[in-house]
């Protein structure tokens, strides 16, 4: 009994090492360690996003992904880049106070700061019903991220036919709303990421996973820092 309460209290206590908020756990690294030409352009760590403003737990601009994410990345990294192209990365680890924060914010019909860029269409009340956020986010288990191709030498973004975080159908992979090149991009994007071991997410073009992702029913909360 002794042994199995000692295992018990061990097994509680390593969760909640995993989850400490000041501590990244040992399976996860900053992406910049691993790709230092990335860009970055972290939209919840600031103000341009669909809420207005930083959201709980992106304490910095810092990506975050496990270290599986992060060396496949590397690799549709270094593909691009002998074809004078890079990654530029919206969001990656997520932490789930963050999605939290989704939820209360959605109650507060007034609040609409980012209503005409990011959801002018949509009433902010059914964005759950509809989809574009949830109560718990393939973020929060840190292998998934949403991202661009830029040129390397302009830091120019690769025309998508849309814009990132946009709730409406022009979003939506494989939508007939955009232009032939527009699709040309997209699939760029697509091609490359699924190659070294992404899935695409149809309802949105910037959204990957890594297949075979190490945390597949575990969402995290340390703080991004």
């Given at each position: 009994?002794?042994?199995?309460?000692?295992?018990?209290?061990?097994?509680?206590?390593?969760?909640l090492?995993?989850?400490?908020?000041?501590?990244?756990?040992?399976?996860?690294?900053?992406?910049?360690?691993?790709?230092?030409?990335?860009?970055?352009?972290?939209?919840?760590?600031?103000?341009?996003?669909?809420?207005?403003?930083?959201?709980?737990?992106?304490?910095?601009?810092?990506?975050?992904?496990?270290?599986q994410?992060?060396?496949?990345?590397?690799?549709?990294?270094?593909?691009?880049?002998?074809?004078?192209?890079c990654?530029?990365?919206?969001?990656?680890?997520?932490?789930?106070?963050?999605?939290?924060?989704?939820?209360?914010?959605?109650?507060?019909?007034?609040?609409?700061?980012?209503?005409?860029?990011?959801?002018?269409?949509?009433?902010?009340?059914?964005?759950?019903?509809?989809?574009?956020?949830?109560?718990?986010?393939?973020?929060?288990?840190?292998?998934?991220?949403?991202?661009?191709?830029?040129?390397?030498?302009?830091l120019?973004?690769?025309?998508?036919?849309g814009?990132?975080?946009?709730?409406?159908?022009?979003?939506?992979?494989?939508?007939?709303?955009?232009?032939?090149?527009?699709?040309?991009?997209?699939?760029?994007?697509?091609?490359?990421?699924?190659?070294?071991?992404?899935?695409?997410?149809?309802?949105?073009?910037?959204?990957?996973?890594?297949?075979?992702?190490?945390?597949?029913?575990?969402?995290?909360?340390?703080?991004?820092?």
């Amino acid at each position: 009994m002794k042994h199995i309460v000692f295992l018990i209290s061990l097994f509680t206590i390593t969760n909640l090492q995993i989850c400490n908020e000041n501590a990244v756990p040992k399976e996860f690294v900053k992406v910049k360690q691993v790709i230092p030409d990335i860009q970055v352009d972290l939209r919840y760590a600031g103000t341009h996003n669909f809420v207005g403003r930083p959201l709980p737990g992106y304490n910095e601009a810092e990506v975050i992904l496990t270290k599986q994410a992060a060396e496949a990345l590397k690799n549709v990294q270094l593909e691009l880049e002998a074809r004078g192209l890079c990654l530029k990365i919206f969001d990656a680890y997520r932490p789930q106070r963050a999605v939290n924060y989704f939820i209360e914010w959605a109650k507060k019909p007034e609040d609409t700061i980012g209503k005409e860029e990011f959801y002018p269409e949509q009433d902010k009340r059914n964005l759950f019903n509809l989809g574009y956020i949830a109560t718990r986010s393939g973020h929060s288990r840190g292998s998934t991220i949403d991202l661009t191709i830029i040129d390397a030498n302009t830091l120019e973004e690769l025309d998508m036919g849309g814009t990132y975080d946009f709730f409406g159908e022009v979003s939506h992979l494989y939508t007939t709303s955009i232009t032939a090149k527009q699709h040309k991009n997209r699939e760029l994007l697509k091609l490359v990421m699924s190659r070294n071991g992404f899935r695409s997410y149809s309802e949105e073009w910037w959204h990957f996973t890594l297949r075979g992702e190490p945390f597949p029913n575990t969402y995290f909360d340390f703080v991004i820092q």
